[in-house]
């Protein structure tokens, strides 16, 4: 919408309202091409945001990413240094009550968080929301990688298409 002037009608501009529980969350990142990747899925619920996030970030970051390893272990080592509780012990705990590991819960959190690699994401989310006001951004070295996290009831909606608008 740079320089643009929209005259807008009162009936273009609506909201648009989710479900209980509606998360957005995003991860953005520098690929290897210098590129910034910024992606945003939208989950009905925290439990399919468990289910379906550290999927879609290992993914997202595998396509774009070619030493996966290096950056998986910058992002453990960063987390162990500086969000160890809360942090991984805070989910840690919360995955083995909530969704019924109790293995989790009686593992060392740095076994637990270097042996569970989709429980990355799911760390890095869990911060965000809890701990830093749904937002996460880890240091430049580390591909200045950063998380959001927004529990989203209505959204402002405006329909671009109706007639007569410029």
Known sequence: MDKKVYNLKESSLGKVTF???????????LADSGEKITEVIILSSLDEAVRKFPSFVTELTFKHVQDKLKFHNDIVDWL?????????????????????????????????????????????????????????????????????????????????????IK
Request: proline share 5%.
């Open 19 to 29: 479900l209980d529980g509606t998360v957005f969350m995003s991860i953005s990142f």
């Open 80 to 164: 162990i240094e500086n969000w160890l509780d809360p942090g991984i012990v805070t989910c840690q705990k919360y995955i083995a009550e909530q969704y019924g590991f109790p293995e989790f819960a009686e593992m060392n959190p740095i076994e637990w968080i270097k042996s569970e690699p989709e429980m990355v994401a799911l760390t890095l989310s869990h911060i965000a929301g809890r701990y830093t006001n749904g937002y996460l951004k880890l240091p430049s070295r580390i591909r200045e990688l950063e998380f959001c996290c927004r529990f989203v009831k209505n959204v402002l909606a405006i329909n671009f298409w109706e007639d007569n």
